[in-house]
């Protein structure tokens, strides 16, 4: 911005939004975990190149016109991408409503929040990191239910149905079978438990 004064140059004067200390924190970790990051901005490219650089952001697409976010999403995604778009304004909607997984900060626009599949509570970049570690570890432990379950029953049924009996004269009694039925449903239930326990990058509640 230049300031002048009866037509002459006083000052010229940067305006420049901060960058929040946790995002370089956020996308290190993304990168770590084998996300390719991109910005998506109206910015000038070499606004957007030094915030990049700053952040660690390993690709950017800049000046991108509010209409034109949804066509690059799309064209990631024909790269055989899964995309996950990040947002929290009017101008994000359409990308949030096509990208494979819309998240949108609970700070942003409610146009952004009833697009996106998910909302963070907490505007904080860190909290699309823990929220990705939550979710991969949420699946690891339904697919070790899901196993422990057809093993368990797997073996169980047919011992119930009496399959030794004939071979080994052992019979399972219903009071037994249903004993050991309602065991398993503890172990599930046990095993789910184990998530409260999680390790994820960052503590929202520090934050």
């Known amino acids: ?3 002048a004064y009866r037509g002459m140059l006083q000052g010229v004067l940067a305006i420049a939004d901060p960058i929040k ?4 924190q956020a996308v290190r970790k993304l990168n770590e975990l084998g996300i390719h990051t991109v910005m998506l901005t109206g910015d000038h490219t070499s606004v957007a190149n030094a915030i990049a650089k700053e952040l660690g952001i390993s690709q950017v697409i800049a000046q991108v016109l509010p209409d034109q976010k949804a066509q690059h999403i799309q064209a990631l995604q024909q790269q055989g991408r899964k995309v996950a778009m990040i947002g929290d304004g009017i101008n994000d909607a359409p990308a949030l409503a096509l990208a494979d997984i819309g998240i949108a900060m609970g700070s942003g626009s409610d146009v952004a929040i009833e697009s996106a599949q998910m ?3 907490n505007s ?3 909290s699309v990191v823990s929220a990705i570690e939550l ?3 949420t699946l690891r432990n339904m697919k070790q239910n899901l196993f422990g379950a057809f093993i368990y029953n797997t073996l169980g049924i047919p011992i119930a149905a009496g399959v030794l009996y004939p071979a080994f004269g052992f019979l399972l009694s219903p009071v037994v079978a249903g004993a050991a039925m309602a065991l398993s449903s503890i172990t599930v239930v046990s095993n789910a438990n184990r998530l409260r326990w999680s390790k994820i990058s960052f503590d929202q509640h520090s934050q």
């Open 124 to 126: 904080s970049p860190t």
């Open 119 to 121: 909302t963070l509570l």
């Open 21 to 24: 200390p946790t995002s370089a």
């Open 135 to 137: 979710s991969k570890a």
């Open 1 to 3: 911005m230049a300031v």
